[in-house]
């Protein structure tokens, strides 16, 4: 019963270098997420897919491209990693509607220099 | 802006004691309401949800909201060491897009 799975677990990028975070889940859930999260300014979503085919852009999403691969997976691309993408990222997953929580996959800490 | 104000802690308390925490929201429209306990380099866990006004209790845990005062809170009794944690208020107001606080970190002293 594995959940979310992020893949990386830890990156270093150099400026200017690109990657891609990986993420599926096994839950059948309809809507994934991606979010960052930095000390003082909690978690911040990014990008969001309500639904296999939809992306949407979230609160901070210069900088960053998503990709729903199908119902299972959705990836986060940095184009040209930046210092201020230092971060915690997580992925999560759940069913749309108000009433359903998250579960989030293990986080990618990544760090630009 | 949709705003979710916790205080950033730390909180400590006593083993055996009631641990208390608050999360104040800044939109009336806000649907529901959800607490989450991440360990440290850990990632978020849903401890609870609500969704009306009132308390809700699971376990040692009670969730409580008063949508007029715009307010949810956290009661956690029996304090545990285990418990130790920062814990995320959020909140969705439309879909199920969620705004968090940025945590109240909770120590619970043996």
């Known amino acids: 019963n594995a959940g979310v799975t992020q893949t990386p677990k830890f990156q270093v990028l150099k400026t200017g270098q690109s990657m891609t975070l990986q993420c599926a889940q096994d839950?059948?859930?309809?809507?994934m997420y991606w979010y960052r999260q930095d000390p003082g300014m909690g978690l911040r979503l990014i990008y969001y897919s309500a639904s296999e085919g939809t992306t949407d852009k979230g609160e901070v999403p210069n900088g960053y491209n998503v990709s729903r691969l199908n119902k299972r997976e959705f990836s986060l691309r940095l184009e040209s990693a930046a210092p201020s993408q230092t971060s915690v990222y997580f992925c999560?997953?759940?069913?749309?509607?108000?009433?359903?929580?998250?579960?989030f996959g293990s986080g990618t800490r990544l760090t630009v220099v | 802006q949709k705003e979710v104000e916790q205080n950033s802690g730390p909180l400590s308390v006593p083993e055996g004691a009631i641990a208390s925490l608050n999360c104040t929201y800044s939109d009336r429209g806000s649907q529901s309401f959800f607490w989450y306990r991440q360990y440290s380099g850990k990632s978020p866990e849903l401890i609870m949800s609500i969704y009306s006004n009132g308390d809700k209790e699971d376990g040692r845990f009670t969730a409580q909201l008063n949508k007029a005062s715009q307010y949810v809170s956290l009661l956690i009794r029996d304090s545990q060491p285990s418990d130790s944690a920062t814990y995320l208020c959020a909140v969705t107001y439309t879909g199920n897009q969620f705004y968090f606080g940025t945590g109240t970190s909770l120590t619970v002293i043996p």
């Open positions: 999560a997953s759940s069913e749309w509607g108000a009433n359903y929580g998250y579960t």
């Open positions: 839950m059948n859930h309809n809507s």
